[in-house]
């Protein structure tokens, strides 16, 4: 409508293969990245604090959605691998004292090598039995961190865990641990997007679409697999470790099953299988109840009384949840995703039909 | 003559309104779990705290200023306890009434950051209660090693003062809330000299009929300290009754003693003789319930259905009382109602000798205890209802002082 995207000639191979070809893509990159950077500055700290949930959560449907949405593999998991990063680097930081650019890789990786694991059961079986397989994983490493001391810290298996530390100061408030996360946020999403167009992520594809066929045009499903598995979980590792610093304690019962379904929850609000409907998902799911709330908050008692309301609105999130949930599966099976690329397309060429 | 008078008239009425403008609501962040795996208490506690909130805000609120409880439903999960104590924050709140292990857990080094007090009623951990170390968690009421520590004493009051070579069965929950209690009970083993031995239930807890079984006819103890959370509680009381062990030799921790729970165990007749400890009062004589009652009678409602559940309404009343009663020490020793969260926690740190008619135990907080004593009350299923069977009571305070200072 606003753009041309024909006329654009590449010259060098650099440009063929950039992230956004077409100006219009990288303006409007650009422009979110500086509203971003503005963002806090302006935005009051409750904001920033529901912008940093939001963050955290990205990370975590990135790596769900690498596993699931790209390589079709179901795993109900993911947030026990979140705790095997919280609890690594809480324990890398609490005993050894490291820093936060230690402990986090190495919480991703020690979730990576768990994840691949918990992962070899995939090369046998699929969807609804791999579902299991991952649900046996879920409740082994809840019930290992419960039940040693040594990785937990004790009968209260939390670990307390000072707060990252840059350039001497100790990142508190919400404005600096937002730049913190929004610096991991941004390159688990730069990785993702590179990684599903790289030789591994067109794999992954490939084994999601149909592994036999993957199998005979040389894809080594063994090896891609438990990649899928190992880059999934190491993302989730990154995201526990984003928590515990986030929150200042590494603790397995905000990681439990239930966790792991609102993951899936998002990739699936928001679209199987991309980049963008990892974040749309977990905007999603994070911004609903704030919004319902906010409205009954505002407009419930033109309906109801004061009790009525506080037992509605927790109540009312929950069915709108589920029937959100339904009415994308029926109407959209492929998320908010696909409907905004519909709504572009049709913006693309408006006022024509195509 | 006439016109001065109107003019002052129109200044005091200008001085009125601008203290009007001045006298702003003070502001509690209340969280809450009506829809999550707490649910079965959610939905009791919380209109408990508003029914008393309302009722202290129609006798004119406190130093004449209304009080008002934003509730936030966080559903039991991490997330959405940090974005509702935000939004608390951002609307003023002077505290925080947590729910919630994980979410105390959570919270505990952004309220001590911030300097905004938050209680922790019945979670958290037990060694929150030392102000020291936590000077912004205050848990209010008896925590799980006070609770242990009450059972034990409980146990030996009914075995004839003595329990030299008495067996006790630990049946609890295995998760961390469920061992947080056993440091206490080994110590307890060495002063006592009983046998102990320990049934974890995995969760989700609704199945323990080989842990019951071992209980009854293996070990056969004198007495069953039963800690459940949820359904498991109910369960328990079930599969006991079943094996044949007397109920009147079990003795519930705070989660696992309420109407719900004996309902869904099969009802009062089934679970006659249970016991259960509380850390509020139980049952429906109490003064401030009897007003509650009038104050919805006077705006021509009848009293919530919810005031039947008394175990978990009460124990509702109990914390915006102790948190109402915080705020009016801040408001007294400040003289005026634009406190600040840091003088509701030197509000909290004075509460002392608020009974509230017997439905809150003789609480004493200090800067270094935030538990106001550990005082647990055990009441008795009997007859369709709660009965009191021991006075408000604290058990072992030396031995728990002595571990809180270790730090737990």
């Known amino acids: 409508m606003f753009h041309r995207e024909s006329g654009y000639y590449k010259t060098s191979y650099a440009a063929d293969m950039a992230l956004y070809p077409l100006p219009v893509a990288r303006w409007t990159v650009a422009a979110i990245a500086l509203a971003m950077c503005v963002a806090p500055f302006v935005l009051h700290e409750y904001y920033v604090s529901i912008i940093n949930l939001i963050l955290v959560a990205t990370v975590g449907a990135l790596g769900l959605n690498i596993l699931v949405g790209y390589t079709g593999q179901i795993s109900i998991g993911h947030a026990a691998f979140m705790s095997v990063g919280a609890y690594t680097a809480a324990n890398l930081a609490v005993r050894l004292d490291l820093p936060f650019w230690i402990t986090l890789p190495a919480g991703g990786l020690m979730a990576a090598a768990i994840g691949a694991i918990v992962g070899i059961p995939s090369l046998r079986i699929k969807g609804l039995y791999l579902a299991i397989a991952t649900l046996a994983g879920q409740l082994i490493i809840e019930w290992t961190i419960n039940h040693v001391p040594w990785i937990s810290g004790g009968a209260q298996a939390s670990i307390e865990v000072p707060r990252p530390t840059l350039f001497g100061t100790q990142l508190k408030t919400q404005f600096q641990l937002y730049w913190f996360l929004l610096f991991f946020a941004v390159l688990a999403i730069v990785g993702t997007l590179n990684l599903v167009r790289s030789r591994i992520g067109r794999a992954f594809i490939a084994i999601r679409d149909q592994d036999i066929a993957a199998e005979i045009i040389g894809i080594n499903i063994f090896r891609y697999k438990l990649l899928a598995f190992a880059i999934s979980s190491f993302y989730a590792g990154v995201t526990g470790v984003l928590y515990t610093y986030y929150l200042g304690i590494a603790n397995y019962e905000q990681f439990q099953i239930v966790t792991s379904i609102d993951y899936l929850a998002m990739i699936i609000i928001g679209g199987l299988g991309s980049v963008l409907g990892s974040i749309f998902g977990a905007i999603f799911v994070t911004l609903l109840p704030i919004a319902i709330r906010l409205g009954m908050e505002n407009w419930g008692s033109l309906l109801f009384g004061d009790a009525d309301i506080r037992n509605l609105i927790p109540n009312l999130r929950l069915i709108l949840f589920g029937g959100l949930i339904m009415l994308f599966l029926v109407l959209e099976p492929e998320g908010l995703n696909r409907l905004w690329r519909n709504i572009r397309s049709y913006f693309r060429v408006w006022p024509f039909s195509y | ?408």
């Open chain 2, 1 to 408: 003559m006439r016109s001065f008078t109107l003019l002052l008239a129109g200044a005091a009425a200008l001085a009125l309104s601008t203290q009007a403008i001045a006298q702003k609501d003070i502001v509690i962040g209340l969280q809450c779990d009506r829809t999550g795996p707490t649910q079965t208490v959610g939905v009791f506690l919380c209109p408990g705290y508003h029914d008393y909130i309302a009722l202290v805000n129609s006798k004119g609120g406190v130093g004449g200023a209304k009080i008002r409880a934003l509730e936030i439903d966080h559903e039991y999960k991490v997330p959405s306890a940090v974005e509702s104590y935000e939004r608390h924050k951002k609307e003023g709140a002077v505290l925080i009434s947590l729910y919630g292990t994980p979410q105390t857990q959570a919270l505990t080094q952004r309220l001590t950051e911030d300097k905004i007090a938050g209680t922790s009623p019945g979670f958290g951990s037990a060694a929150a209660a030392n102000g020291d170390r936590f000077p912004y968690i205050f848990p209010i009421a008896a925590s799980y090693w006070s609770q242990a520590a009450g059972a034990v004493q409980f146990v030996k009051d009914r075995l004839g003062g003595n329990l030299k070579g008495k067996k006790i069965a630990y049946l609890y929950f295995d998760n961390p809330a469920g061992r947080e209690p056993l440091p206490v009970l080994e110590a307890l083993v060495k002063e006592e000299g009983f046998e102990m031995r320990t049934f974890a239930v995995p969760s989700p807890g609704v199945e323990m009929g080989a842990q019951v079984i071992d209980i009854a006819q293996r070990f056969k103890p004198d007495f069953v300290i039963a800690h459940l959370f949820g359904r498991s509680p109910s369960v328990s009381i079930k599969e006991l009754k079943r094996v044949g062990y007397p109920l009147s030799k079990v003795v519930s921790f705070v989660w696992g003693a309420s109407e719900a729970d004996i309902i869904a165990a099969g009802g009062w007749a089934t679970a006659e003789g249970y016991y259960g400890i509380q850390f509020a009062g139980v049952g429906g004589n109490y003064p401030v319930l009897k007003e509650i009652t009038e104050m919805y009678k006077q705006q021509g409602k009848p009293a919530p259905k919810e005031m039947a559940s008394t175990v978990f309404y009460n124990r509702g009343v109990l914390i915006a009382a102790i948190h109402v009663e915080a705020i009016s020490n801040a408001v007294k020793a400040k003289g005026n109602t634009n406190i600040t969260p840091h003088d509701v926690k030197l509000g909290f740190e004075k509460i002392k000798g608020f009974t509230l008619g017997g439905l809150v135990p003789p609480l004493e907080i200090n800067n270094v205890d935030h538990e106001g004593g550990g005082w647990v009350q055990i009441f008795q299923a009997k007859g369709g209802k709660w009965v009191k069977s021991t006075e408000w009571f604290k058990a072992y305070p030396t031995l728990l002082k002595r571990m809180l200072a270790h730090g737990g």
